[in-house]
């Protein structure tokens, strides 16, 4: 497929838009630049993100500093064992008077999804996410509805050690195009933090710095930047590398090698670059890949994680030779 490559005016507004929701969500996210960043790559390159990690650490807060700095609808669901799948999509209501049904939309009809603790509800309740997270897109009563675009879920959960949690199906993994883990913050960090919510709520004054139009914008841009064949190749083969890794047990599908080169633009494009180089591919394997693999018994006996089978993986397959191309040629045969 041809297409015209972003201009340079192009990528300099996207540059700098990213930026503003970068430093919107950082006057509330103290000391992690490298999490908001990959966050925001997510967003702009239309995936779904997943935030794991122990209570307490922040993981809602940048959900909700994300949603606060865009100009977009946002829906919040509170999960719980109790949670039922038409309390997430909507449910028809018969209306005696008018003697018809009437559909009232649940919340993910948003722009931006949070999923509070996520695997605190019943597999039954997160499968019904699956056809929303994958074709924006819910099946009530045998009709469809479109939900609105762009169309984020943004999920957190805890650790599957935790009390009160289910594990996520691997289909439902497989759909969220990353995993990050928020992590304790810098000792410096969270000082300025105490300073930052001693006696206001930082978030209260964060403004959007874009709205709807100006994100569809920024994906169809991310969608254009130029992969050259060697980078493509590049990502196949770290996706059949983790299927045939003796320590996995299952590796990464053909949608995790779409997704990780879609994440792999938008990053590039935050760089305000047409292309996309081996070292994007390479910043985003774990978070992209790790949640969607399955270690094998052997691994699982010598303590061996996926996150080292990736690393593993990443430092013995063979880079391409070029990841980028001439503009002429680039031009002609974008795709």
Request: with cysteine; net charge negative; proline share 7%.
């Given at each position: 497929?041809?297409?015209?490559?972003?201009?340079?005016?192009?990528?300099?507004?996207?540059?700098?838009?990213?930026?503003?929701?970068?430093?919107?969500?950082?006057?509330?996210?103290?000391?992690?630049?490298?999490?908001?960043?990959?966050?925001?790559?997510?967003?702009?390159a239309?995936?779904?993100?997943?935030?794991?990690d122990?209570?307490?650490?922040?993981?809602?807060t940048?959900?909700?500093?994300?949603a606060?700095?865009?100009?977009?609808?946002?829906?919040?669901?509170?999960?719980?064992?109790?949670?039922?799948p038409?309390?997430?999509?909507?449910?028809?209501?018969?209306?005696?008077?008018?003697?018809?049904?009437?559909?009232?939309p649940?919340?993910?009809?948003?722009?931006?999804?949070?999923?509070?603790?996520?695997?605190?509800?019943?597999?039954?309740?997160?499968?019904?996410l699956?056809?929303?997270?994958?074709e924006?897109?819910?099946?009530?009563?045998?009709?469809?509805?479109?939900?609105?675009?762009?169309?984020?879920?943004?999920?957190?959960?805890?650790?599957?050690?935790?009390?009160?949690?289910?594990?996520?199906?691997?289909?439902?993994?497989?759909?969220?195009?990353?995993?990050?883990?928020?992590?304790?913050?810098?000792?410096?960090?969270?000082?300025?933090m105490?300073?930052?919510?001693?006696?206001?709520?930082?978030?209260?004054?964060?403004?959007?710095?874009?709205?709807?139009?100006?994100?569809?914008?920024?994906?169809?841009?991310?969608?254009?930047?130029?992969?050259a064949?060697?980078?493509?190749?590049?990502?196949?083969?770290?996706?059949?590398?983790?299927?045939?890794?003796?320590?996995?047990?299952?590796?990464?599908?053909?949608?995790?090698?779409?997704?990780?080169?879609?994440?792999?633009?938008?990053?590039?494009?935050?760089?305000?670059?047409?292309?996309?180089?081996?070292?994007?591919?390479?910043?985003?394997?774990?978070?992209?890949?790790?949640?969607?693999?399955?270690?094998?018994?052997?691994?699982?006996?010598?303590?061996?994680?996926?996150?080292?089978?990736?690393?593993a993986?990443?430092?013995?397959?063979?880079?391409?030779?070029?990841?980028?191309?001439?503009?002429?040629?680039?031009?002609?045969?974008?795709?």
């Amino acid at each position: 497929m041809v297409h015209a490559l972003p201009s340079p005016a192009e990528l300099d507004t996207f540059a700098e838009t990213a930026d503003r929701v970068r430093g919107a969500m950082e006057s509330v996210i103290s000391g992690r630049p490298d999490l908001v960043r990959l966050t925001v790559a997510v967003f702009l390159a239309e995936g779904h993100l997943l935030l794991e990690d122990v209570p307490g650490v922040g993981k809602t807060t940048l959900a909700k500093s994300l949603a606060k700095a865009i100009d977009c609808s946002v829906g919040r669901i509170q999960f719980t064992p109790d949670l039922l799948p038409s309390d997430l999509t909507g449910v028809s209501i018969y209306r005696q008077a008018q003697h018809e049904f009437e559909f009232r939309p649940g919340p993910v009809f948003a722009n931006i999804v949070i999923a509070d603790e996520i695997n605190r509800a019943s597999p039954k309740t997160q499968s019904a996410l699956l056809e929303c997270m994958q074709e924006a897109q819910t099946t009530i009563d045998g009709t469809t509805y479109q939900l609105p675009r762009p169309f984020l879920v943004v999920a957190t959960q805890n650790p599957i050690e935790m009390e009160g949690t289910y594990a996520l199906p691997e289909a439902q993994r497989d759909r969220f195009m990353a995993r990050l883990s928020v992590g304790y913050p810098a000792r410096n960090a969270e000082v300025e933090m105490l300073e930052r919510q001693e006696t206001a709520d930082p978030l209260a004054a964060v403004r959007p710095v874009a709205d709807v139009e100006m994100i569809t914008a920024m994906v169809g841009t991310a969608r254009r930047l130029y992969a050259a064949q060697g980078i493509k190749q590049y990502v196949v083969d770290l996706a059949e590398a983790t299927r045939t890794d003796p320590m996995l047990r299952l590796g990464a599908s053909p949608r995790a090698a779409i997704q990780l080169l879609r994440c792999a633009k938008a990053l590039a494009a935050m760089s305000g670059r047409d292309h996309v180089l081996p070292d994007d591919i390479q910043d985003l394997a774990v978070p992209v890949l790790a949640h969607r693999l399955l270690p094998s018994t052997d691994a699982r006996l010598a303590g061996h994680t996926v996150t080292e089978s990736i690393t593993a993986i990443v430092a013995r397959t063979r880079l391409p030779i070029s990841g980028r191309a001439s503009a002429p040629d680039r031009r002609a045969t974008a795709g």
